[in-house]
């Protein structure tokens, strides 16, 4: 111990003092005002709701593969693949303070190959960009899905505990190894103000999470014998939680949780859904063929968040960045309810 790696010029695995990389820490800073903020994936509906929470206090611009139509008046929207040359020139030309990063391929409808790409691939030279464009601070939003759900899991899961999701999920490890790959990041440069967010299951108007289209079904189909424990939070107490991240400062790894946790039946009850038990020798050889068929959303690895509960502990976030949730459980349910 008594040394922080820090990635340099010269050497990817040079050493700075500990007291190089305190003193670094000790001289962060909140963002203040009129900032340049860049937002990558900023036409998806969490963008979207993260530039209006944020425009009256950075300059932003956005960067996405689709065009937002109708996007704030004077901001700069540039329609670029992550995976292009001509992405490096959205910084080059806007030379960021600040970036929000969630360009990222979270439904299975693209094929893998594309999907690891956009995510692994993209998020690296977002990283690489930063550096290299002297960006100061640094969200990215990832999920607390990277827990996975496992009989084993403690009740109240803290941001040491390992990532476990690709054991019984292995189409989502690309999302596993972007927040492996920014937690690195923040480790080996700590003079960049980095936060990486873990939120619990989103729901909302603009919001298409798998949980969401799951809940928006009539008839939601559940495992026979299970009803394990859910956290929900509201789409816009996310975009509070990456603009209080920004705002307050604050550098570290953070799961962020929303108001409260009830049992998956309660959940599909509150939404206007009906629950469907099935026994689960049914269940997962049925989706799983519907999902190589194309004809089901989500791949059978996600009947274990129907099984076991992942439910985190949002307590370091709420104490760092002064973080509550403004919407209830009621709240959150009504944004998807039929």
């Known amino acids: 111990m008594g040394q922080v790696p820090v990635e340099g010029p010269e050497d990817l695995f040079h050493f700075a003092p500990a007291d190089a990389a305190g003193a670094a820490r000790r001289a962060r800073r909140a963002a203040e005002p009129g900032e340049k903020l860049l937002i990558t ?19 932003i611009s956005g960067v996405d593969r689709s065009r937002w139509d109708g996007a704030p008046a004077g901001m700069s929207m540039h329609v670029v693949d992550l995976r292009k040359r001509k992405f490096e020139d959205v910084f080059r030309t806007e030379r960021p303070d600040a970036l929000v990063h969630l360009a990222f391929v979270r439904h299975f409808r693209s094929d893998a190959r594309v999907r690891h790409e956009v995510n692994v691939l993209g998020t690296k030279r977002v990283l690489e960009y930063a550096i290299a464009y002297g960006v100061k601070r640094i969200v990215v939003l990832s999920s607390a899905y990277v827990y996975g759900a496992l009989p084993d899991n403690p ?29 690195t990041f923040l480790w080996r440069h700590p003079e960049v103000t980095t936060a990486i967010l873990r939120p619990v299951n989103t729901l909302g108007y603009y919001v298409h999470s798998a949980i969401g289209r799951y809940l928006r079904q009539r008839y939601v189909p559940t495992i026979l014998g299970f009803n394990p424990m859910l956290q929900f939070i509201h789409e816009e107490d996310v975009a509070e939680a990456v603009a209080l991240a920004l705002q307050k400062g604050v550098h570290g790894v953070y799961n962020v949780a929303g108001p409260g946790a009830v049992p998956l039946k309660v959940a599909i009850h509150e939404t206007g859904g009906t629950a469907i038990p099935l026994p689960e020798a049914l269940i997962r050889p049925v989706l799983s063929r519907l999902f190589r068929l194309g004809l089901y959303h989500t791949p059978s690895g996600a009947m274990d968040f129907l099984k076991y509960p992942c439910t985190v502990d949002g307590g370091q976030f709420a104490r760092d960045a002064g973080f509550s949730p403004l919407f209830t459980l009621e709240d959150t349910f009504a944004s998807v309810r039929r």
């Open 155 to 183: 009740y109240y899961v803290d941001e040491e505990y390992p990532l476990n999701v690709s054991r019984t999920y292995p189409e989502v490890r690309d999302l596993a190894e972007v927040d492996s790959l920014a937690t």
């Open 41 to 59: 994936g900023i036409a998806g509906g969490q963008g979207r709701l993260i530039a209006q929470r944020l425009g009256s206090y950075f300059r």
